[in-house]
T-cell receptor, first 115, second 113 residues
């Protein structure tokens, strides 16, 4: 399967717990983007990374949220001490180096539910 | 502040007819626009894009029109097919490389057989 893989597809966390969302980019893609879709809204940019480097995190909430894309392994979006307002679908996309979103492919998303 | 607006949450059209989805934007710095299609429980799929140096781009049944003076773009699907039923998102970026997109809230298109 050569597509962008996100797991888990569904994640349920209690308030105060940590959520870890994983994204494996397409083969040959070195850039990863994370977007969040709140209910009844469009996708909102969170962060753009290349391996071992955060390029643009202007869309990330200042607290509790962090992202990484290590040299080996998937990109991780980490949400500490989750609150009900974090419930959303989180989408990851990947692109080849220097190509941007016009040549990016999205994964199927992780639906996070905070109870 | 919604910089990209899709004012019609839903649209129904008959199979074989034209579907026209509209999108307005407020930020004059946007210079690259994309349309995505999204099925339930899937990620968005890129459909077609247009740069601000053009006013039209066509790809098969899909055509995007850009009116910069009105800050308005539209996606035309001709002829519409039942498989086109999905949520369509308009997105915009401030650089041609389109690293950070601003999305509209989407329009649910239903094509009736």
């Amino acid at each position: 399967n050569a597509g962008v893989m996100q797991n888990p597809r569904h994640l349920v966390r209690r308030r105060g717990q940590e959520a870890r969302l994983r994204c494996s980019p397409m083969k040959g893609h070195s850039h990863v983007y994370w977007y969040r879709q709140l209910p009844e809204e469009g996708l909102k940019f969170m962060v753009y990374l290349q391996k071992e480097n955060i390029i643009d995190e202007s869309g990330m909430p200042k607290e509790r949220f962090s992202a990484e894309f290590p040299k080996e392994g998937p990109s991780i979006l980490r949400i500490q001490q989750v609150v009900r307002g974090d419930s959303a679908a989180y989408f990851c996309a990947s692109s080849p180096q220097g190509r941007g979103m016009s040549e990016a492919f999205f994964g199927q998303g992780t639906r996070l539910t905070v109870v | 502040d919604q910089q990209v607006k899709q004012n019609s949450p839903s649209l129904s059209v008959q199979e074989g007819r034209i579907s026209i989805l509209n999108c307005d934007y407020t930020n004059s710095m946007f210079d690259y626009f994309l349309w995505y299609k999204k099925y339930p429980a899937e990620g968005p799929t890129f459909l077609i894009s247009i740069s601000s140096i053009k006013d039209k781009n066509e790809d098969g049944r899909f055509t995007v029109f850009l009116n910069k003076s009105a800050k308005h773009l539209s996606l035309h699907i001709v002829p519409s097919q039942p498989g086109d039923s999905a949520v369509y998102f308009c997105a915009a970026s401030i650089s041609g490389s389109a690293r950070q997109l601003t999305f509209g809230s989407g329009t649910q298109l239903t094509v009736l057989p």
